[in-house]
């Protein structure tokens, strides 16, 4: 995670694919000063943690929400990352203890998180809300029908819940920054299931999916663009290379820059790994390509830099040949910094 003063901050083991409680040399961190061009092992957790949340705070630093521990409980307790002195700090008690929780942070400094959860044949989200003033959480407005995986703030001031409901995927609801009184149902993507969203800087987003055939879902290289002034989504230019598991990142000028991921041939066998970069320009709807990874990667994670240039870390360059279930190869300990021309 980017934090204020440049750095970038890694915690935990996220290739977290196996089943069971946290392992082991979860709770070590560590944190990359792109001025050096240099990593530096950081103050570990206290703890053993998978499957938690990390969002930047107020401060400058960031708090980890959330999570399993070794014995496969779910943690209540959040844990803040002061930059500074390089330290953590117990930070306030959840009301419920929450694995796998989906977080963001507000601009003014608030952290929403929301705990999952379905009944019969109904799904819903609790929220809590955490104002720094306060240091405390505080209820906030479930979101009914929808299990949140994941929070995306707008840039024009709203907030979008993604997840699911009882046997539906691409579920999205809405709400209004300025006080979060309640949630609207919001218009979805019309993907049989969404791979990412990525906002924009006009106030939309992209995302990328798969569609379904009578032969099951496939890697789509459709894209579709939410329109903020007419509330619809829309096909914009297709991705030239169809891919899966690839690193996402929104650059400082707007554009949106694709690494990596994997596509299966099919009947044909096999699956690829690609080393391949893409660039889409939202004010051209045009693609192009951008600068190689030095090596194939699928999965990890892209982060933009203070001077925008792009970490690439995480994933593995190994693909289930075997069938295995589960997946779990080993990660990728290296990482790249590419530089996308103008």
Same mark, same amino acid.
């Given at each position: 995670?980017?934090? !204020?003063? *440049?750095?970038?901050?890694?915690?935990?083991?996220? /290739?977290? $694919?196996?089943? &069971?409680?946290?392992?082991?040399?979860?709770?070590?961190?560590?944190?990359?000063?792109?001025?050096?061009?240099?990593?530096?092992?950081?103050?570990?957790?206290?703890?053993?943690?998978?499957?938690?949340? @990390?969002?930047?705070?107020?401060?400058?630093? !960031? @708090?980890?929400?959330?999570? /399993?521990?070794?014995?496969?409980?779910?943690?209540?307790?959040?844990?803040?990352?002061?930059?500074?002195?390089?330290?953590?700090?117990? &930070?306030?008690?959840?009301?419920?203890?929450?694995?796998?929780?989906?977080?963001?942070?507000?601009?003014?400094?608030?952290?929403?998180v929301g705990a999952p959860g379905s009944e019969e044949t109904d799904?819903?989200?609790?929220?809590? @809300?955490?104002?720094?003033?306060?240091?405390?959480? !505080?209820?906030?407005?479930?979101?009914?029908?929808? &299990? !949140?995986?994941?929070?995306?703030?707008?840039?024009?001031?709203?907030?979008?819940?993604?997840?699911?409901?009882?046997?539906?995927?691409?579920?999205?609801?809405?709400?209004?920054?300025?006080?979060?009184?309640? /949630?609207?149902?919001?218009?979805?993507?019309?993907?049989?299931?969404?791979?990412?969203?990525?906002?924009?800087?006009?106030?939309?987003?992209?995302?990328?999916?798969?569609?379904?055939?009578?032969?099951?879902?496939?890697?789509?290289?459709?894209?579709?663009?939410?329109?903020?002034?007419?509330?619809? /989504?829309?096909?914009?230019?297709?991705?030239?290379?169809?891919?899966t598991g690839f690193q996402v990142a929104t650059l400082a000028d707007?554009?949106?820059?694709?690494?990596?991921?994997?596509?299966?041939?099919?009947?044909?066998? &096999?699956?690829?790994?690609?080393?391949?970069?893409?660039?889409?320009?939202?004010?051209?709807?045009?693609?192009?390509?951008?600068?190689?990874?030095?090596?194939?990667?699928?999965?990890?994670?892209?982060?933009?830099?203070?001077? *925008?240039?792009?970490?690439?870390?995480?994933?593995?360059?190994?693909?289930?040949?075997?069938?295995?279930?589960?997946? $779990?190869?080993?990660?990728?300990?290296?990482?790249?910094?590419?530089?996308?021309?103008?």
């Open positions: 995670m980017l934090l !204020a003063d *440049g750095s970038v901050l890694v915690v935990g083991d996220h /290739w977290d $694919c196996r089943p &069971g409680g946290a392992e082991p040399g979860s709770e070590q961190a560590e944190r990359y000063d792109p001025a050096t061009d240099r990593w530096a092992v950081a103050a570990p957790l206290n703890k053993p943690r998978k499957g938690f949340a @990390m969002v930047p705070t107020l401060a400058g630093g !960031a @708090m980890v929400i959330g999570g /399993w521990n070794e014995e496969d409980r779910p943690f209540s307790s959040t844990k803040v990352f002061d930059p500074a002195n390089g330290s953590w700090s117990a &930070g306030p008690l959840l009301d419920s203890a929450i694995g796998d929780p989906a977080a963001a942070a507000l601009d003014d400094g608030r952290i929403i799904s819903f989200t609790v929220v809590s @809300m955490y104002a720094p003033s306060g240091n405390i959480w !505080a209820d906030g407005p479930t979101i009914e029908r929808l &299990g !949140a995986r994941e929070f995306i703030p707008l840039s024009d001031g709203r907030l979008i819940a993604s997840g699911t409901g009882f046997e539906l995927e691409n579920l999205l609801a809405v709400a209004d920054l300025g006080g979060i009184e309640g /949630w609207a149902q919001f218009p979805a993507p019309d993907f049989a299931s969404v791979e990412a969203f990525v906002p924009l800087s006009e106030g939309g987003m992209l995302a990328f999916g798969w569609d379904e055939s009578e032969l099951g879902w496939f890697a789509s290289d459709r894209v579709q663009r939410y329109d903020a002034a007419t509330d619809r /989504w829309r096909d914009v230019s297709p991705i030239p290379t169809t891919r707007g554009r949106v820059i694709v690494a990596g991921g994997a596509y299966s041939h099919g009947d044909i066998g &096999g699956e690829e790994i690609y080393r391949t970069t893409e660039i889409y320009d939202p004010t051209t709807d045009a693609w192009t390509a951008g600068p190689d990874l030095i090596g194939a990667r699928v999965g990890g994670v892209a982060i933009t830099l203070a001077d *925008g240039s792009v970490l690439v870390l995480g994933g593995t360059d190994q693909v289930d040949t075997e069938g295995e279930t589960p997946f $779990c190869p080993p990660p990728l300990t290296s990482v790249e910094r590419l530089y996308p021309v103008p």
